[in-house]
């Protein structure tokens, strides 16, 4: 009855390879999200989603594609991985996008996958 | 340059000790948010703050909104080990939420 599930918990993979993250809520949320934290725990938004439809791309090299069949699932892709890739990626989902006064949307996170680029 | 300042950035007490953590910004926010985050796993909301000068209380956890929403304050009353975290203040800013760097606190029994 996992809220927010994401795999694998462990990624360790060879820079220049590729990889994807999958991640599923089964909380009927409309938004989805994926956060990076670092080694120094800061935590920053990538992507959301809003019902399949991308709304928010901060500024990531296009190495990273997000991709959301269905409004439950965000599967986040990367090519030619780097050293710089390594930190702990989480998705999220919130019931309503995340505006000023939506009081009622927190986020429900994910356990995280940690990617090592070695 | 951080949107959400949080100090302290580390603390490490002993069981039964009070303490507070901030954050603060210079924009105005119409929330804020404190999240928990436990060793592998993912942040937790422990409150959502939205009025000035509010305050709310989580069992030994007081949670304050600056009167100008600029900034907020959880305080702990008689820590213990179980509160051990990281423990991180988010804004909504221009649809997103942005966290603060976190304060990671270790209560020792």
């Known amino acids: 009855d996992t809220a927010v599930s994401q795999t694998p918990k462990y990624l360790v993979t060879q820079m220049g390879n590729d990889k994807s993250i999958k991640c599923e809520q089964n909380l009927g949320h409309d938004t989805m999200y994926w956060y990076k934290q670092d080694s120094k725990k800061f935590l920053k938004i990538m992507f959301s989603?809003?019902?399949?439809?991308?709304?928010i791309n901060e500024t990531v090299p296009n190495r990273f594609s997000p991709k959301s069949p269905d409004k439950a699932h965000l599967n986040l892709h990367i090519n030619s991985l780097e050293l710089g890739d390594s930190a702990v990626y989480f998705c999220?989902?919130?019931?309503?996008?995340?505006?000023?006064?939506?009081?009622?949307?927190?986020?429900?996170f994910g356990n995280g996958t940690r990617l090592t680029v070695t | 340059t951080q949107l959400l300042e949080q100090s302290p950035q580390f603390l490490s007490i002993q069981e039964g000790e009070n303490l507070t953590v901030y954050c603060n910004s210079s924009?105005?926010?119409?929330?804020l948010q404190w999240y928990r985050q436990e060793p592998g796993e993912g942040p937790v909301l422990l409150v959502t703050v939205v009025t000035g000068g509010e305050v709310k209380k989580l069992k030994r956890l007081t949670f304050q909104f600056g009167d100008a929403r600029k900034d907020s304050s959880l305080h702990i009353t008689a820590a213990q080990p179980g509160d051990t975290g990281l423990y991180l203040c988010?804004?909504?800013?221009?649809?997103?939420?942005?966290f603060g760097q976190g304060t990671t606190l270790q209560v020792k029994p």
């Open positions: 989603y809003n019902n399949k439809e991308l709304i």
């Open positions: 999220a989902s919130s019931q309503f996008q995340v505006v000023p006064r939506q009081v009622n949307s927190p986020l429900h």
């Open positions: 988010a804004g909504a800013l221009k649809g997103k939420l942005i």
């Open positions: 924009s105005v926010f119409s929330s």
